[in-house]
């Protein structure tokens, strides 16, 4: 069943799109592909062909938009976090595609803000949980139930030794305050450091690790909590064209001697100043993403985390590994995104993908820390490890291994790397391409040479044509001047052609628009 569903899905070609009308679901007539499918005009330009998707979604029969945008306004979160101007309003999912209430298709190229790592509705994942939820549905750690056991065995065997103790919580956010509690119960400090760019979570003690302006509240959080300057080989003072570990460097010239980077030795600097004048001399730990997410997919130069971890232990302090956007195969080229860096954590905290959208997050760690902090306090979550969480978790695990995602975000993402790095060359105003596997980013400027952001109007506008070409991306970076690229691993190279000709469109519309 899951090999069908995968081959379903990946009959693709870059042709007439649609998915089948059914007679229960007039309104997907409009569906974007079939509206755009045979090649209507974008300008001057045409627009991009939707690959075809064999999949009918059930019609919509819930609220009303406008019904939803007025209980939005009246009884949900005022602070404005829906993309584009008229919010999308989702109804199912099916691999890497979504459809709106009208029945309109989009490739979906964020996943939900890089959690759906194994496609939306996953028939294998679905199962897992449907089986639990007539089994038992919750019971918590004061009771054994197998599902935990077995999810903690299997997720213990991707991990070096001596990383073999597991935390099971709830959300990115809850894991990193355990790690930041862990880290302090350990080291008997205080003072964490974090880059800035960073984001750790938006709770009020993990507010303290996020250097992200856009979190940062006038009201007291996150105590002893020290910012670091962030190795961002584009945008910081240094950086050059072999810095990063990529297949598509910065376009900054490289006089670096072989083996030797320049960069890298500048920010080690810079973090030495961070040791020696804004924190103790002994201090409890230090977080760091393997490659920055909420920041626009920023990467350190190689060998940078090597020595700092270095530095941190030599001051007493853990090191941290926060893997909650790069773990579980992302990257390609490793499961985990430390390994890429060479460095072996004290602690590493995971969620998002972990789960494929359900909500789930661990902590793991060695004996000696995990003792430490069973020694200083009682640690318990009621829903962390639940029977669900733990059987959807164990299938998300089989899988990536059965259907070998790891190794296809290597190569998917590879390629789609390579093709973004010719837009790149292509247009003045995208300033630079980075990441690695389905992890990236695209950064845009007003121009090369001074590499100023782009006004966030301005990538707004990009955001809502891709949207409307059926193409889904995120945005991130400290002036959400970066489109964040991250979709399912089950993606494929078809859909890839097709995504970055929609952003090619969407780009050359901007041009357009910017000239007359």
Request: include cysteine.
């Given at each position: 069943?899951?090999?069908?569903?995968?081959?379903?899905?990946?009959?693709?070609?870059?042709?007439?799109?649609?998915?089948?009308?059914?007679?229960?679901?007039?309104?997907?007539?409009?569906?974007?592909?079939?509206?755009?499918?045979?090649?209507?005009?974008?300008?001057?330009?045409?627009?991009?062909?939707?690959?075809?998707?064999?999949?009918?979604?059930?019609?919509?029969?819930?609220?009303?938009?406008?019904?939803?945008?007025?209980?939005?306004?009246?009884?949900?979160?005022?602070?404005?976090?829906?993309?584009?101007?008229?919010?999308?309003?989702?109804?199912?999912?099916?691999?890497?595609?979504?459809?709106?209430?009208?029945?309109?298709?989009?490739?979906?190229?964020?996943?939900?803000?890089?959690?759906?790592?194994?496609?939306?509705?996953?028939?294998?994942?679905?199962?897992?949980?449907?089986?639990?939820?007539?089994?038992?549905?919750?019971?918590?750690?004061l009771f054994f139930h197998p599902p935990s056991h077995e999810?903690?065995?299997?997720?213990?065997?991707?991990?070096?030794?001596?990383?073999?103790?597991?935390?099971?919580?709830?959300?990115?956010?809850?894991?990193?305050?355990?790690?930041m509690m862990m880290a302090r119960a350990h080291s008997k400090n205080t003072d964490i450091?974090?880059?800035?760019?960073?984001?750790?979570?938006?709770?009020?003690?993990?507010?303290?690790?996020?250097?992200?302006?856009?979190?940062?509240?006038?009201?007291?959080?996150?105590?002893?909590?020290?910012?670091?300057?962030?190795?961002?080989?584009?945008?910081?003072?240094?950086?050059?064209?072999?810095?990063?570990?990529?297949?598509?460097?910065?376009?900054?010239?490289?006089?670096?001697?072989?083996?030797?980077?320049?960069?890298?030795?500048?920010?080690?600097?810079?973090?030495?100043?961070?040791?020696?004048?804004?924190?103790?001399?002994?201090?409890?730990?230090?977080?760091?993403?393997?490659?920055?997410?909420?920041?626009?997919?920023?990467?350190?130069?190689?060998?940078?985390?090597?020595?700092?971890?270095?530095?941190?232990?030599?001051?007493?302090?853990?090191?941290?590994?926060?893997?909650?956007?790069?773990?579980?195969?992302?990257?390609?080229?490793?499961?985990?995104?430390?390994?890429?860096?060479?460095?072996?954590?004290?602690?590493?905290?995971?969620?998002?993908?972990?789960?494929?959208?359900?909500?789930?997050?661990?902590?793991?760690?060695?004996?000696?820390?995990?003792?430490?902090?069973?020694?200083?306090?009682?640690?318990?979550?009621?829903?962390?490890?639940?029977?669900?969480?733990?059987?959807?978790?164990?299938?998300?695990?089989?899988?990536?291994?059965?259907?070998?995602?790891?190794?296809?975000?290597?190569?998917?993402?590879?390629?789609?790397?390579?093709?973004?790095?010719?837009?790149?060359?292509?247009?003045?105003?995208?300033?630079?391409?980075?990441?690695?596997?389905?992890?990236?980013?695209?950064?845009?400027?007003?121009?090369?040479?001074?590499?100023?952001?782009?006004?966030?109007?301005?990538?707004?506008?990009?955001?809502?044509?891709?949207?409307?070409?059926?193409?889904?991306?995120?945005?991130?970076?400290?002036?959400?001047?970066?489109?964040?690229?991250?979709?399912?691993?089950?993606?494929?190279?078809?859909?890839?052609?097709?995504?970055?000709?929609?952003?090619?469109?969407?780009?050359?519309?901007?041009?357009?628009?910017?000239?007359?």
């Amino acid at each position: 069943m899951t090999l069908a569903w995968r081959l379903v899905t990946r009959t693709l070609h870059l042709e007439t799109s649609s998915c089948r009308t059914s007679k229960t679901c007039p309104s997907l007539s409009l569906s974007l592909g079939a509206l755009w499918g045979s090649g209507t005009k974008l300008g001057l330009h045409t627009k991009p062909r939707m690959p075809p998707c064999d999949f009918t979604p059930e019609r919509y029969q819930s609220l009303p938009y406008g019904r939803v945008l007025d209980i939005h306004k009246q009884h949900l979160s005022p602070v404005l976090t829906a993309y584009f101007s008229e919010p999308l309003l989702l109804h199912q999912g099916h691999g890497e595609w979504l459809f709106d209430h009208e029945g309109n298709r989009y490739l979906d190229f964020f996943s939900g803000i890089v959690t759906v790592s194994v496609g939306h509705c996953h028939p294998k994942v679905n199962a897992a949980a449907q089986k639990q939820l007539g089994r038992l549905w919750h019971t918590s750690a004061l009771f054994f139930h197998p599902p935990s056991h077995e999810y903690a065995e299997k997720l213990a065997a991707l991990l070096p030794e001596p990383l073999k103790v597991i935390f099971l919580t709830n959300s990115g956010s809850e894991a990193n305050d355990l790690a930041m509690m862990m880290a302090r119960a350990h080291s008997k400090n205080t003072d964490i450091i974090s880059f800035r760019g960073a984001y750790h979570g938006c709770s009020p003690y993990t507010l303290g690790l996020s250097n992200v302006g856009l979190f940062k509240m006038t009201l007291p959080s996150g105590s002893g909590c020290r910012s670091t300057m962030c190795p961002d080989v584009f945008r910081g003072p240094w950086g050059g064209s072999h810095c990063r570990d990529s297949p598509v460097q910065t376009i900054r010239k490289c006089s670096c001697a072989p083996d030797h980077c320049h960069a890298k030795d500048q920010y080690i600097e810079q973090f030495k100043d961070t040791l020696n004048t804004c924190v103790a001399k002994s201090i409890a730990g230090f977080f760091a993403e393997p490659i920055q997410g909420v920041n626009g997919v920023v990467q350190y130069p190689k060998g940078f985390l090597r020595e700092a971890f270095e530095l941190v232990r030599a001051r007493g302090g853990v090191c941290i590994a926060d893997e909650v956007q790069t773990g579980f195969g992302r990257l390609g080229s490793h499961f985990w995104g430390f390994q890429t860096h060479g460095v072996l954590p004290d602690i590493v905290t995971m969620a998002k993908g972990i789960g494929n959208g359900f909500p789930m997050a661990a902590v793991v760690t060695t004996p000696e820390i995990a003792r430490s902090l069973a020694n200083c306090v009682l640690h318990f979550s009621t829903f962390g490890g639940s029977p669900v969480a733990c059987a959807v978790g164990s299938a998300v695990l089989e899988v990536i291994k059965e259907e070998n995602l790891q190794e296809n975000s290597q190569e998917v993402g590879t390629y789609m790397l390579l093709k973004f790095a010719k837009l790149r060359d292509e247009f003045e105003i995208i300033g630079d391409v980075r990441g690695k596997g389905l992890m990236i980013g695209v950064e845009m400027v007003k121009d090369k040479t001074s590499r100023q952001p782009l006004p966030r109007e301005e990538v707004s506008q990009i955001h809502e044509d891709c949207k409307r070409m059926g193409l889904i991306i995120g945005k991130g970076g400290l002036f959400s001047q970066t489109f964040r690229i991250a979709p399912s691993m089950c993606i494929t190279k078809p859909e890839v052609d097709f995504a970055v000709e929609v952003f090619r469109c969407a780009v050359i519309q901007h041009m357009e628009r910017r000239a007359q």
